[in-house]
């Protein structure tokens, strides 16, 4: 068969097959299978995955793009063969063209995610992935490949290019960074009641737990406690530098007071304090929670207020899964607590502990395992609860700024605080004289 001449060069290709120098090269095309396989397999098993158990409804679009992504590999290879060696498809160099475009950016896609996480065998996998699938494109392109309706293509291909930025951007930017989730706590106090021998009080608190954001909450931990407080009064007025020793004493107490010309605030010490939500448990989007305490105290009780607080931590529900979190140990009994807990002096701890699921299969397969550690400290001078998640064995490391906050916004841990709400105690102890 002879060489077919300069003006039929363009009827050649558009039988499919390349020319025969090119023809006579094997390795191409089956390196070029090759990868286009390996990328099929690696972005379809993740692709799979998020279609069925990713978080939030754009993972799962995310999975259904990475099959789109995979399927088109799969048929990139089986054009390549048969544009190298066959020629029976008309536009098997177009669709190995495309075949070898949406591996590439698909795989640099993944190579971006896959860089934050801990495994280097699948970094070192995406990057040999995606200089494999890049080379393929140039491998491709350089066989003059006819387009058919090029512009329409063009657009086709410009299309898929920013939905799959958008949808990357979307995930990996604009989610981690976006603010304004962040559930409320309310306090409201019921009427006092005295007791029938007149000797105590209870004062009822209700605690309501409102959700008016658009995601659902992972519940880590979540406490009550009460702070009674000596207040009396001067005769006269205070001196500046009584003021100054009130100001500094704010940096050394979680109990924080007034500045006052008359009123003398001492330190504030604990009276009650409880759990009032179960850790692990969960509030939805647009719901809300309600509880009620009661807090007794004698009537002869030195304390002049009552301040009471309630704080908890969340985790978002779109950012990770949550096994149970169940008790596992306190630092009183010889448990390991991390040595930055055993430097709070006077406080005593109980700490709870889940495992953590990412959102999405990348991060799941390339990050290792992490898990979350709530802590409830308790102690004379207050109590607060907060939550930490990290890798199995790092629970002792004090993490820096920038990874609490790398932390806080990969999983969306968010801390609220309400109060004090305070109340004077001088009514209830005239009115056990009447």
């Not at 397999?41 to 789109?68: C, H, K, P, Q, W």
């Not at 063209?97 to 860089?115: H, Q, R, S």
Request: proline residues 4%; contains cysteine; aromatic residues 10%.
């Amino acid at each position: 068969m002879s060489t077919p001449p300069k003006s039929g060069f363009c009827s050649y290709l558009r039988a499919g097959r390349a020319p025969a120098k090119t023809r006579r090269s094997r390795t191409t095309p089956v390196l070029i299978l090759l990868i286009l396989l390996l990328t099929a397999s690696y972005l379809g098993r993740f692709g799979v995955e998020d279609l069925n158990e990713a978080l939030t409804f754009m993972g799962r679009v995310t999975g259904a793009g990475l099959i789109v992504a995979s399927i088109a590999a799969l048929l990139g290879g089986a054009a390549v063969m048969d544009y190298w060696f066959r020629g029976s498809f008309p536009h098997s160099g177009i669709v190995a063209l495309v075949g070898t475009v949406a591996a590439a950016l698909t795989n640099l896609m993944v190579l971006l995610e896959v860089a934050n996480g801990d495994s280097r065998y699948y970094m070192a996998a995406s990057i040999l992935l995606t200089a494999g699938s890049a080379w393929a494109v140039f491998a491709v392109g350089r066989m003059s490949v006819e387009i058919p309706a090029p512009k329409r293509l063009a657009v086709a291909v410009l299309a898929s290019t920013v939905f799959a930025i958008a949808n990357f951007g979307y995930q990996n930017l604009y989610q981690p960074y976006q603010h304004g989730a962040r559930p409320i706590i309310k306090l409201v106090m019921g009427n006092p009641e005295l007791s029938m021998d007149r000797k105590s009080f209870a004062i009822p608190v209700d605690i309501t737990l409102d959700n008016h954001s658009d995601v659902g909450f992972y519940v880590m931990g979540a406490e009550f406690h009460a702070m009674g407080q000596k207040v009396t009064v001067s005769a006269s007025d205070r001196l500046r530098q009584q003021w100054r020793d009130d100001a500094k004493q704010w940096s050394k107490s979680q109990e924080k007071s007034p500045l006052s010309r008359r009123e003398i605030h001492q330190a504030g010490q604990l009276v009650a304090a409880q759990p009032w939500m179960v850790q692990g448990n969960w509030i939805e989007a647009s719901d809300s929670f309600v509880t009620r305490t009661v807090v007794q105290l004698p009537i002869d009780t030195p304390y002049d207020q009552v301040s009471f607080y309630a704080t908890a931590s969340f985790a978002r529900k779109d950012r990770l899964g949550l096994d149970s979190v169940r008790f596992d140990r306190d630092s009183w009994s010889g448990g390991k607590v991390p040595h930055w807990m055993k430097e709070q002096e006077n406080f005593d701890s109980l700490i709870y502990t889940g495992r953590v699921h990412e959102n999405n299969s990348i991060n799941a397969r390339t990050m290792d395992p992490r898990f979350v550690d709530v802590y409830w400290k308790f102690g004379t001078q207050g109590a607060a609860v907060f939550s930490s998640i990290t890798r199995k064995g790092e629970e002792d490391r004090t993490p820096s700024d920038a990874e609490n906050r790398a932390v806080s916004n990969r999983y969306g841990l968010v801390d609220v605080v309400t109060g004090p709400i305070q109340r004077s105690l001088w009514d209830i102890k005239i009115k056990s004289r009447q």
